[in-house]
């Protein structure tokens, strides 16, 4: 038997190797912990799906995921996905994937465009609902506080930006029928570390202790206002209610230090499905418009020493 498969036993052509799909994947940067966690997820799960990645890291600059697309799209990629850094300014760009028949998938951020059939998914989170999550907690504090009355400051995202935008309005929509709550300032901190201490430099020097609540939409710029906080005789998470989101070890770190009060989850966990939209697209099969993975709120209402490592 071994001496026939050795010898004239020709047996069925070699299949020719699969060369699996070929996935372009334009990153915004390396600007967060989220952002970190997030390309590492995607690596890992391209890599579990045996699917080969072309994965470039834009830098912050949306000419460079520009260039980048137009990459995918000369290199005859099987499907492209990107996480769009700002809304608007991708119809010329996605008009020449469309043309050349390559579908798109929008991960973690959405673009804005009157054009039809530029994208086929989206796979975030649901950043409106992580804004009325952080409201939601902040009128339960104000409730277990007695506050009558509720100063805010904001130190937004990236400005143009999906989270930035829905964070900004579902917390405002939530807190709109509150009498108690102003905001006294919204100011751009582009979801940089350095950027969060300058912000809350000048929103300390400009309201002082008249602020009450720190309302952040990424855990960088959290971190970066916290030393500035501490700088003044103001206590964080004691005489100034802080709000911050994505949910990142450091930032769990010093909730469960008391330093901040309150953490929406943001998950950067997003490989998997995007491994499993663009297999279902390179087979010709109908995925969903929309993905939201499921999130949760970390907070002092419960018992934050039971929150397990975050993993990014
Ligand atoms: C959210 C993501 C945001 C994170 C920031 O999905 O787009 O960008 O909240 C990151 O940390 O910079």
């Given at each position: 038997m071994a001496l026939g498969l050795l010898i004239?036993?020709?047996?069925?052509?070699?299949?020719?190797?699969?060369?699996g799909l070929l996935l372009g994947f334009s990153q915004i940067g390396s600007e967060s912990a989220w952002r970190l966690g997030n390309t590492r997820d995607i690596e890992n799960a391209a890599s579990e799906y045996g699917i080969n990645l072309m994965l470039e890291n834009a830098n912050q600059s949306q000419e460079n995921q520009i260039a980048a697309i137009r990459r995918f799209i000369a290199y005859k990629v099987d499907v492209i996905a990107f996480s769009p850094i700002v809304e608007d300014g991708w119809d010329n760009v996605l008009l020449e994937a469309k043309e050349a028949g390559i579908p798109v998938i929008l991960v973690d951020r959405d673009i804005e465009t009157e054009k039809e059939g530029l994208t086929t998914c989206l796979i975030g989170a649901d950043f409106y609902n992580e804004g009325v999550m952080a409201a939601e907690y902040l009128i339960r504090k104000a409730d277990s506080l007695g506050l009558d009355n509720v100063n805010i400051v904001e130190i937004s995202g990236?400005?143009?930006s999906t989270p930035m935008r829905q964070r900004q309005a579902g917390f405002a929509d939530t807190i709109?029928?509150?009498?108690?709550?102003?905001?006294l300032e919204s100011i751009d901190g582009d979801f940089l570390t350095s950027r969060g201490a300058e912000c809350m430099r000048y929103l300390l020097d400009t309201y002082g202790d008249d602020i009450d609540v720190v309302y952040s939409h990424n855990d960088e710029m959290t971190l970066g206002a916290l030393p500035e906080i501490e700088k003044t005789d103001l206590i964080p998470g004691k005489d100034i209610i802080i709000i911050s989101i994505d949910a990142g070890q450091e930032a769990i770190d010093v909730l469960k230090e008391g330093k901040i009060n309150c953490v929406v989850e943001c998950t950067p966990n997003l490989g998997s499905e995007l491994m499993e939209t663009a297999l279902k697209l390179k087979n010709g099969e109908e995925v969903d418009a929309v993905i939201h993975p499921t999130e949760q709120v970390f907070s002092d209402e419960m018992d934050v020493s039971a929150i397990g490592p975050r993993g990014y």
């Open positions: 004239g036993c020709t047996g069925p052509a070699e299949e020719p190797a699969d060369p990236t400005e143009n709109a029928g509150d009498e108690r709550m102003h905001i």
